[in-house]
């Protein structure tokens, strides 16, 4: 892998001059890199601010322009792109770091840094991982999922393999089978595998023929039904419609919310014709044809 570095410049020997010597303090900075400067905010009001020094950018010293290495341009170093050989052992895990020691941006008078690569896994369309194993979901037909099938899919390494599925395995929906030896390789140890899990989904068919009904009767028990002399309340079940219900929900909680609202507003309304009602009480000569016909009202 390749990437964009900083190197000290081999020509002055990161030293930015021609000579190594002809270097100075700032003297707008004093040598700090940095300036103090005061922002005037109006009305009298100013505020102490400190920025890079924009004459040495930061760096506290000037190089003559005459006298500028010719190569990094003062500047000390210079781009460089490096390729690095990262290499990735078997059954590593998302997250693991490969390091490069010293081997980051240079600067003159620093310690150089390292350049470190972490793991990341690119998802892949048919294998989650989950440590050492992996899970691929497949779907399949309920004649399938009652009688047996095979199927053959491409592993990571482009092998192919064929899944047998024995003729009385019956499969359930969300059922797992478990393919020992065919996951990552184990980290460090990799004579050794996870395993594969399977995990189907069976698809049902979306509507049956009275002849395809009269087959599965055939063949299974169906389930023990009320016969039309029970006097029981009949019920039919349909559809469930999510969007619908979600939607009809949302519309009680609505009037709900209204109800509570008018509630609180009638209770508010007659707090208030209370309190009215006993401040005429308490001046003496008040009005008590209003008094008793605001009682009457409310």
Same mark, same amino acid.
């Given at each position: ?15 930015g ?13 004093? %040598? ?22 924009p ?18 341009? %003062? ?26 020691? %010293? ?50 899919f ?65 063949v ?60 005429i009480?308490s ?16």
């Open positions: 892998m390749k990437i964009s570095r900083e190197i000290l410049c081999s020509t002055c020997s990161g030293t001059s021609k000579d190594g010597k002809a270097s100075k303090p700032c003297n707008e900075c004093n %040598g700090q890199g940095i300036k103090v400067m005061l922002r005037n905010f109006g009305m009298g009001m100013y505020q102490q601010i400190r920025v890079e020094c004459d040495c950018e930061g760096k506290g010293e000037i190089i003559p322009k005459g006298k500028q290495c010719a190569d990094c341009s %003062g500047k000390k170093v210079k781009s460089e792109e490096k390729e690095f050989n990262v290499e990735i052992d078997k059954g590593v895990k998302e997250g693991k770091k490969v390091v490069f020691s %010293g081997e980051s941006d240079q600067q003159p008078g620093l310690e150089t840094g390292d350049v470190i690569f972490v793991i990341q896994e690119k998802p892949h369309h048919l294998f989650k991982r989950t440590g050492d194993d992996l899970i691929m979901e497949k779907d399949i037909t309920l004649i399938d999922a009652l009688s047996g099938f095979s199927f053959k491409d592993h990571l390494d482009g092998r192919p393999v064929v899944v047998e599925i024995k003729q009385g395995d019956i499969i359930k929906p969300d059922d797992l089978r478990e393919l020992p030896q065919l996951g990552m390789p184990v980290y460090t140890r990799t004579y050794e595998h996870g395993s594969i899990f399977l995990k189907f989904n069976v698809v049902f068919p979306d509507s049956l023929s009275n002849q395809q009904m009269r087959g599965l009767r055939s299974f028990t169906p389930t023990p039904q009320p016969t039309a002399e029970d006097p029981s309340e009949r019920a039919i079940a349909q559809p469930f419609d999510r969007e619908s219900y979600a939607r009809r929900k949302e519309e009680e909680k609505n009037i709900i919310t209204t109800i509570t609202i008018i509630i609180i507003m009638k209770i508010v309304m007659k707090v208030m014709a209370l309190e009215f009602i006993l401040a009480l001046n003496n000569g008040g009005n008590y044809k209003n008094i008793i016909f605001l009682c009457v009202f409310f």
